[in-house]
Every structure is written in structure tokens, then in C-alpha cells.
């Protein structure tokens, strides 16, 4: 099944603990993203990926890193989580070449305290 | 840079009648315009898009016009079903732009009985 994956789909955390959220899309897309959705706010893109080793920043990057060492996943990484960053997060992927949907993991929900 | 404007907001429509939510966009090169349903706790799926080269598309009860000239396009859904009440995104973006969408607020639509 054609699918994107994230894990942990539901993160407590507290203030300046490293976090990893993980994920994984099994259509051999070239395009991934991480999407932070807020009250009000819709999607907002935090970093995006065209091909592996090739990352970019979105709108709001600041806080976030990640890394597309594989094709297949896209891991986002908080060095140091602050409540500001509590939302939920969504990954995206997309062929990019001859179809532009992307399609969206389950998302995850981070709580930081 | 291009910036996506969504109205309303919010949307609450009796059963049955029609459902209009319009975007305006401001990067007249811009050429690909989706709109994303996303329901309650789920993510954001592709459910309608159109390509400039086109003025107006349909789906059974969902279609979606373009006014290139006024920079504006909008969605419409008629005869609205209770499985209608979702937020519903939509999106701009240009074929030079890195695949990137360019994602409004949102509009909650809500279907009432």
C-alpha cells in the first residue's frame, strides 16, 4: 500500500529535550516536506527536500533541522524543543515530475512543556 | 513572493445547498491551484486541482474555476452532504518554484442538518 509514515504520532515532551519524528514514504518520491499546521495559521512548510542531500529551508525553519541521508525518509529533528514549537506536524511527499499531490502522513502531535 | 488569501474562513451551509470558497493569489506566473480536504483528526488529501491553461474543472459534486485575470479561483460544492464538513485548504504554485505550494489559512466548512 502506497502510504506515508511518521512516528511518533503523539510526543510529550519537555523544554530542551532532543526529539527526532521519523518519516518514511514507500512510493520512491523525490520531493518530501515537514508542515507544521496551527490554529488559524493552516500549513505552514518548515523544511522541504528536492532528491536526497538536497534540503531547503521552508517559512519557518527556525528551531528545526532534518536530513534526507536515504531517499525513502525524511526525518525532522528539534536539537532543543520549546513550547513554541508544541503543534501538529505533518510530512509530505511528491513525485514532483509528473504529478504534483503530495501526499500527507498520519501527522504528529508534539507537546512541549 | 506569492501569497494565497482564502474567505471565508468559516463556512456553515444547510444540507443540500451549495458551498463556495474563494482564493485570491498574488504571483501571476503562477499556474497549479489544488484544494485539500482535511477532516476532522485526519490529514489533508488531494481532492481537486487545476492548471492554468484551464478556466474551470469538475468531479461529480466538486469543481473548481480560475480567473487568471483577476487572480482569484475557487471551489464549489453542490449539494452538500454531511461528510462535506472538513477544513478545506487551498494551494498556488508555479512549475519554476521547486514544486513549492503556497497554502491559504483554510476554511472550515461546516454542513448543517
Known amino acids: 500500500e502506497a502510504q506515508v509514515t511518521q512516528n511518533p504520532r503523539y510526543l510529550i515532551t519537555v523544554t530542551g529535550k532532543k526529539l527526532t519524528v521519523t518519516c518514511s514514504q514507500n512510493?520512491?518520491?523525490?520531493?518530501m516536506s515537514w508542515y507544521r499546521q496551527d490554529p488559524g495559521l493552516g500549513l505552514r512548510q518548515i523544511y522541504y527536500s528536492m532528491n536526497v542531500e538536497v534540503t531547503d529551508k521552508g517559512d519557518v525553519p527556525e528551531g528545526y533541522k532534518v536530513s534526507r541521508k536515504e531517499k525513502r525518509n525524511f526525518p525532522l529533528i528539534l536539537e532543543s524543543p520549546s513550547p513554541n514549537q508544541t503543534s501538529l506536524y505533518f510530512c509530505?511527499?511528491?513525485?514532483?515530475?509528473?504529478?504534483?499531490?503530495?501526499?500527507f502522513g498520519p501527522g504528529t502531535r508534539l507537546t512541549v512543556t | 513572493g506569492e501569497n494565497v488569501e482564502q474567505h471565508p474562513s468559516t463556512l456553515s451551509v444547510q444540507e443540500g445547498d451549495s458551498a463556495v470558497i474563494k482564493c485570491t493569489y498574488s504571483d501571476s506566473a503562477s499556474n497549479y491551484f489544488p484544494w485539500y480536504k482535511q477532516e476532522l483528526g485526519k490529514r489533508p488529501q488531494l481532492i481537486i486541482d487545476i492548471r492554468s491553461n484551464v478556466g474551470e474543472k469538475k468531479d461529480q459534486r466538486i469543481a473548481v474555476t480560475l480567473n487568471k485575470t483577476a487572480k482569484h479561483f475557487s471551489l464549489h460544492i453542490t449539494e452538500t452532504q454531511p461528510e462535506d464538513s472538513a477544513v478545506y485548504f487551498c494551494a498556488a504554485s508555479r512549475w519554476d518554484s521547486n514544486y513549492q505550494l503556497i497554502w491559504g489559512a483554510g476554511t472550515k466548512l461546516i454542513i448543517k442538518p
Open positions: 509530505a511527499s511528491s513525485s514532483g515530475t509528473t504529478r504534483y499531490e503530495q501526499y
Open positions: 512510493m520512491n518520491h523525490e520531493y
